[in-house]
């Protein structure tokens, strides 16, 4: 493989699980329970942060030696808010319920700890080429969470996946539900995402133990 | 060979194995150990952890036999086999095999459940983390078929019984180190979970769900259901109970929660034994008492207008709340749990005094949530570390006082 240098590849693939920015930075957060009722959420809310963050670490990267220190969380800020709002505009246009299933969680994205966590500890210092791989791995490992937490919460609250009634169909009793099966209310609260995430965090720390902390 | 030599044979057997864990719990539950220990000085009790937690259960086992009865009881009744009790506590109407029999069906599986799959867990974990199997589960598998409606689907009851063992308790390190009282953990899920179950006025009476079912689907027969009294309160109805009726327990509920009475007993039992505080049940009766009153006085004060919503909970006499619901049975057994509770005396007065004063306010202003006992309860465990921080930190400075004082 030529395409990407060792070093190259570490950068996307370190953050997918032992660098985690959700599971071991603990980034995010707010994000991973708030949208992670639905698949369909979880997967537009991945897209749109690694839309943000991978063009948002190449344009801070390229400004990196022009941008006055003193004001430069300004600059980022301006930087983020750009991108989002393109990426609000794009889906009010082309998927407006979806918009609004995501209400104001699009226009959050600038507050999420990820993109100025990488910004300030990446792009700031690293060249266009790496600081957009580092952007892209980042918003992977994020998403493959929120993908996760959406999968689990989608299946067992509302018994569908994408909007597919794959358990059956709860009002005509067919599939699993004509043998009693029910929805389960509280993986569409947002506490269970929490829990969600907790387990994630579990299993994956008893899978490696050099990841936990004292 | 007697039975006990013979286990521990058995015992050195499995020693170096890891389900060492998993014969020790079974083991020491029949006899105690062989070993003595050698040296040094030794404190000599009889209560260890087994025993606090029998003497919890034997606290409770008349209001499962109780709950057995009334299970069939409010069965009988709403199908109109057998007429309301009429002298008292004794009534021949409600001690008849016939009720039993149907309360003990139904509840004997729930009480399986409860205990097969949360000591499955306990055992899974104490062979995986490779530490003695606690004894922690044994007040909560008894607990949860008590405070369940009686209607609930088996595999939910294990669903759930699973998610509060893990998640309310080993995830933090078993039993002593838990958070939330695993208990309510169990019945909060299960009320968010699925609210269909665990409210409204189809699964207080035993096969009312089935029934309705069973209609819908082109059945004779009458609809049965049953309300409990905070329901009924809650959407402004009429209920056609009496005061002793819901002392002594005659009324739809829980399983094992309706009867007062039985409740109280068992509290004294646990006050006698000190193994439970009467500090946390004395102060939760009066925090409830205070809010009742509150309420009372809003209502007579003409605050608030006879079509309110909350009409119905407010100008409830003050001291039927004590008997009405879940109130008393989580006072006495849940609220008074020596793990989640405040550890100091003055913090347990407090503890005590929000559970009861959050339970009605609760009760009253979020009619969605009937049974605020339980989550006034898991409110205040959050809390009780902090009451105690500040109780010891207080004291500390007391003392700081007056110490200087003496100094100078």
């Known amino acids: 493989m030529g395409l990407l240098s060792k070093k190259d590849a570490k950068l996307i693939t370190d953050p997918l699980a032992d660098n985690n920015p959700i599971t071991i930075q603990v ?69 407006y319920e979806l918009s609004k299933t995501l209400s104001v969680f699009v226009g959050l994205i600038i507050t999420n700890c990820i993109i100025m966590g990488r910004f300030e500890a990446f792009a700031l210092g690293n060249g266009p080429w790496k600081s957009f791989l580092d952007g892209i791995g980042n918003a992977l490992g994020y998403g493959i969470i929120l993908i996760i937490v959406g999968f689990f919460r989608e299946l067992l609250g509302s018994g ?8 059956g169909d709860p009002i005509e009793k067919t599939g699993l539900y004509a043998i009693g099966y029910e929805n389960n209310g509280f993986m569409l609260l947002s506490p269970m995402a929490l829990i969600v995430v907790g387990i994630i965090i579990w299993v994956q720390r008893s899978r490696n133990k050099a990841l936990i902390e004292d | 060979m007697s039975l006990k030599n013979k286990l521990h044979v058995l015992k050195e057997k499995y020693k170096s194995t890891k389900y060492a864990p998993a014969f020790n719990a079974l083991h020491t539950f029949l006899y105690l ?62 001690w008849t095999l016939a009720n039993f029999a149907i309360g003990f069906w139904k509840i004997l599986p729930l009480v399986i459940v409860s205990y097969g799959v949360g000591l499955g867990i306990e055992f899974l974990f104490a062979i995986i983390k490779k530490h003695e199997v606690e004894e922690g589960y044994l007040v909560t598998g008894m607990l949860v078929p008590l405070i369940v409606p009686i209607d609930i689907p088996l595999w939910m009851l294990a669903v759930a019984v699973a998610f509060g063992v893990v998640i309310g308790k080993e995830v933090f390190g078993g039993t002593g180190m838990n958070i939330l009282n695993p208990a309510l953990t169990i019945r909060a899920f299960l009320f968010f979970a699925y609210p269909t179950w665990m409210s409204g006025d189809k699964v207080w009476v035993e096969s009312a769900v089935e029934r309705t079912n069973e209609i819908a689907a082109g059945a004779n027969l009458d609809a049965i259901s049953g309300e409990t009294i905070l329901g009924s309160l809650a959407q402004g109805k009429e209920f056609a109970f009496s005061v002793s009726d819901m002392f002594l327990g005659f009324i739809p509920g829980s399983v094992g929660e309706t009867s007062t009475l039985l409740i109280l007993l068992g509290g004294l039992f646990l ?90 306010l609760i009760r009253v202003f979020n009619p969605a949530y009937p049974e ?37």
């Open chain 1, 160 to 167: 569908t996946l994408l909007g597919f009634k794959v358990l």
């Open chain 2, 372 to 408: 605020g006992v339980m989550l006034a309860i898991l409110l205040m465990n959050v809390f009780a570390p902090t009451i105690d921080h500040y109780v010891v930190q207080g004291n500390v400075k007391k003392r700081m006082k007056r110490l200087k004082a003496k100094v100078a």
């Open chain 1, 27 to 95: 980034l995010g957060i707010c994000s991973a329970l708030a949208i992670t009722a639905q698949l369909k959420a979880s997967i537009v809310m991945a897209v749109s942060v690694m839309f943000v963050l991978g063009i948002g670490n190449v344009v801070i990267s390229l400004m990196r030696n022009i941008i006055p220190s003193k004001i430069r969380i300004i600059v980022q800020l301006v930087v983020v808010a750009a991108l989002v709002i393109i990426v609000d505009q794009v889906l009010k246009a082309f998927s």
């Open chain 2, 271 to 360: 006050i006698f034994t000190k193994i439970g505080s009467w500090r946390i049940m004395l102060s939760s009766a009066l925090g409830a008492i205070v809010m009742g009153l509150i309420f009372n006085q809003v209502v007579d004060a003409g605050i608030i207008a006879e079509g309110s919503k909350f009409y119905g909970l407010m100008n409830t006499p003050f001291w039927h709340h004590l008997l009405i619901g879940g109130f008393a049975f989580g006072t006495v057994f849940m609220a008074t749990d020596p793990v989640t509770a405040s550890q100091t005396n003055k913090g347990k007065w407090i503890y005590g005094f929000l559970i009861g004063f959050i339970s009605i």
């Open chain 2, 33 to 94: 150990p062989n070993e003595t220990t050698h040296g040094g000085t030794h404190v000599k009790a009889a209560d260890d952890l087994k025993r606090t937690m029998n003497t919890v259960i034997m606290a409770m086992i008349p209001c499962l036999i109780f709950g057995m009865f009334n299970a069939g009881y409010q069965h009988n009744l709403a199908v109109g086999e057998i007429q309301a009790v009429s002298s008292g506590f004794f009534s021949s109407e409600f």
